[in-house]
């Protein structure tokens, strides 16, 4: 990419905001994860550019903080912004947890609310240890060290797992994909196991007891 184009993707960053805006959005997540443009560009793995995009930490971090400050001038503050961000390549000499740390302080900086921690996805092959949890330890690491608020993803299926995680003070929040593709009705199901009695849909009140 030219550097007219890399204005032109911040432009259309910025009209894709503006556009979820209008259609009644109320969270703006921006994904600089798993092989995408802006992971491809903070990845030194992927990122060959020898101009002020490339090379060190500050040059790969330069375009992905300027979309951020760019969607976070144009969302309402009173909105969150969350960015999910591969916080580690598993391959050595990759993006990496301790980088993760250096951006999340500078998205916080910008005013981003929210780091959704997952991995891997620029590199094939790979060896990512996929068990349960095997990415809570970014969040946590996330949290501490960069001192924003996380979300921890991968493998987080049973809902003593999830409270432990929120106990423990690894993540702000619980997010969910293929759990909820196999059980649409986690939250109620999970609320039953835990001993919390919540309210449910006034259309399924029969089938909660």
Known sequence: MTEDDIEQIVRQFEGAAKASLKAGFRVLEIHMAHGYLLHEILSPLSNFRKDQYGGSLENRMRLPLKIAKT??????????????????????????????????????????DLIDCSSGGNVPDAPIPAVPGYQVPFSAGIRKEAAILTGAVGIITDPHQCEKILDEGKADVIFMAREFLRDPYFPLHGAKILGEDIKWPQQYDRAKR
């Open 71 to 112: 969607l976070r001038s144009v969302w309402p503050i009173s909105r969150p912004v969350f960015t999910r961000i591969s916080a580690s390549d598993w391959v050595e000499g990759g993006w990496d947890l301790k980088q993760s740390i250096e951006f999340s302080k500078k998205l916080k900086e910008i005013g981003i």
